[in-house]
């Protein structure tokens, strides 16, 4: 069965700083691979998908990932955090083998210092 | 317009009680999800309407663990018997379409969270 790996559980930064989040799955297969954000008391909503085409795929607020597809990965990046951004982060990515499932990772949590 | 409801928001029952939960999807779309999130972890995928019927119920763990969708929209979760360790958050999903290789953006709805005690 495939899995989610995200090797970074908490993630503290300064405002601006410049963010990357980890997001490894084990499937050799297509995949489409999603990025969710879980803001304080909010539910999940999705940050940016990767269906096909172009591998650097632009989400909400200034988010963007890349699918490297020889190592598995689909980490997210912002060059510069706010404040706001403290949120959950969860990767997910949905197989070709395995009907509409999402599998999800374990979530990041990150916290963005004023 | 409306996203995904969930009620109750917070649901709290003794071991051996039956729940129910349920979720009212967007309007229009055809596949529902349900998810379980315990804490620290993320969402883990418990079973998967397209329409009315189940399409895949994979994910439910155990006999106690049911769910219908009888006019193919709101969906009711059902937990029998229920232990301390169905505590968890309870999400719903919903999107446009569900057929295999569909692309369809899966919007969550609140949640519901099960304490058992």
């Known amino acids: 069965a495939q899995s989610v790996s995200q090797h970074n559980h908490h993630v503290i930064l300064s405002e601006a700083a410049s963010l990357e989040l980890g997001c490894n799955y084990s499937?050799?297969?297509?995949?489409?691979l999603f990025w969710y954000v879980q803001y304080p008391g909010q539910h999940l909503q999705l940050l940016l998908k990767?269906?096909?085409?172009?591998?650097l795929v632009k989400g909400i607020k200034g988010f963007e990932a890349e699918f490297i597809k020889s190592k598995f990965s689909f980490n997210l990046r912002k060059p510069s955090v706010q404040w706001s951004d403290t949120a959950e982060y969860f990767c997910?990515?949905?197989?070709?083998?395995?009907?509409?499932?999402?599998?999800f990772g374990g979530g990041t949590r990150l916290m963005v210092k004023p | 317009g409306a996203g995904v409801s969930q009620t109750p928001s917070n649901k709290v029952t003794e071991k051996g009680k039956y729940v129910e939960l349920r979720c009212d999807p967007i309007?229009?779309?055809?596949?529902l999800y349900w998810y379980r999130q315990s804490l620290g972890q993320g969402p883990e995928f418990l079973i998967y309407?397209?329409?009315?019927?189940?399409?895949?119920d994979s994910g439910l763990p155990n006999d106690r663990f049911f769910a219908v969708r009888p006019e193919g929209s709101v969906s009711t979760l059902k937990i029998q018997r229920t232990e301390r360790g169905d505590s968890a958050v309870y999400l719903c999903?919903?999107?446009?379409?569900?057929?295999?290789?569909?692309?369809?953006?899966?919007?969550f709805g609140p949640g519901t969270r099960l304490t058992v005690l």
């Open positions: 999903a919903s999107s446009q379409s569900g057929t295999s290789g569909g692309v369809g953006e899966q919007f």
């Open positions: 499937y050799g297969g297509t995949v489409n």
């Open positions: 990767y269906f096909s085409g172009d591998p």
């Open positions: 997910a990515v949905k197989t070709n083998n395995a009907g509409n499932m999402l599998t």
């Open positions: 309007s229009g779309h055809t596949a």
């Open positions: 309407f397209q329409g009315t019927g189940a399409a895949d």
